[in-house]
């Protein structure tokens, strides 16, 4: 069935780096994008979304882009801290839904 | 700090058993959605309240129910507990009833254990 889904389910990144997490789906009449983060023992913090109208969209330090014609979305962490460790998941909005990605750990190197 | 509170933060209990499960929403929002996060499951929706009514249904079990009282706080009742329920359970909320086209914010979740 169709599904949101992450091509990486790790990554790792030196402190100071960009890191860019990606996120593939599949149902094209989606039309708004979130990404969360989540720490350990923590739920789920909202950190940017993007509606289908758009292709990207900044916020502090992260940037998210949205591609509809491959059915992309990523999100990009500029200069990556130690509190940028954490797993990170897109969601989809599909109709009265939220389908989650199985999420991307993000570990970043001193 | 989201503003969403949840409690217990863990329940350890056993097969066969019946449990609930507390969330107070941010100051203002009107709705309530609660999630199941288990291992092999990820992240996954199960219901939604807007102002006390049901307004979605996701992946829920019929042994699974919630309801929103007239203060908006909600609580999620787990009954004929399995081993596979064992999972964080998080709360979130949203201004308006349109929550799946606005930010949710997630409380610190509830950790269920069965066993």
């Known amino acids: 069935g169709e599904s949101v889904g992450l091509h990486l389910p790790t990554l790792s990144v030196q402190e100071g780096d960009n890191s860019i997490i990606n996120c593939a789906y599949s149902?094209?009449?989606?039309?708004?994008f979130i990404w969360y983060k989540q720490e350990s023992g923590k739920g789920p913090q909202f950190i940017i979304d993007?509606?289908?109208?758009?292709d990207k969209r900044q916020g502090q330090r992260v940037t998210v882009l949205l591609n509809k014609t491959v059915k992309h979305l990523s999100l990009q962490i500029a200069a990556t801290q130690p509190g940028d460790s954490a797993v990170y998941f897109c969601?989809?909005?599909?109709?009265?839904?939220?389908?989650f990605g199985p999420g991307t750990r993000l570990s970043v190197l001193p | 700090d989201s503003g969403v509170t949840q409690t217990p933060k863990h329940l350890i209990t056993a097969t066969g058993q019946r449990v609930t499960l507390r969330c107070s929403p941010r100051?203002?929002?009107?709705?309530v959605y609660w999630y199941q996060q288990s291992l092999d499951q990820g992240l996954q929706f199960l219901i939604q309240?807007?102002?006390?009514?049901?307004?979605a249904k996701g992946n829920i079990l019929e042994r699974f129910s919630a309801q929103q009282f007239p203060d908006l706080h909600s609580e999620l009742n787990l009954s004929s507990l399995e081993l596979g329920d064992s999972a964080l359970y998080f709360c979130?909320?949203?201004?308006?009833?349109?929550?799946?086209?606005?930010?949710?914010?997630f409380g610190p979740g509830t950790r269920l254990l069965v066993l």
């Open positions: 969601a989809e909005s599909r109709g009265q839904n939220f389908v």
């Open positions: 149902n094209s009449a989606s039309d708004y």
């Open positions: 993007i509606r289908s109208n758009m």
């Open positions: 100051s203002g929002d009107l709705s």
């Open positions: 979130a909320s949203s201004p308006t009833g349109q929550g799946f086209k606005e930010t949710q914010y």
């Open positions: 309240y807007y102002n006390g009514e049901e307004r």
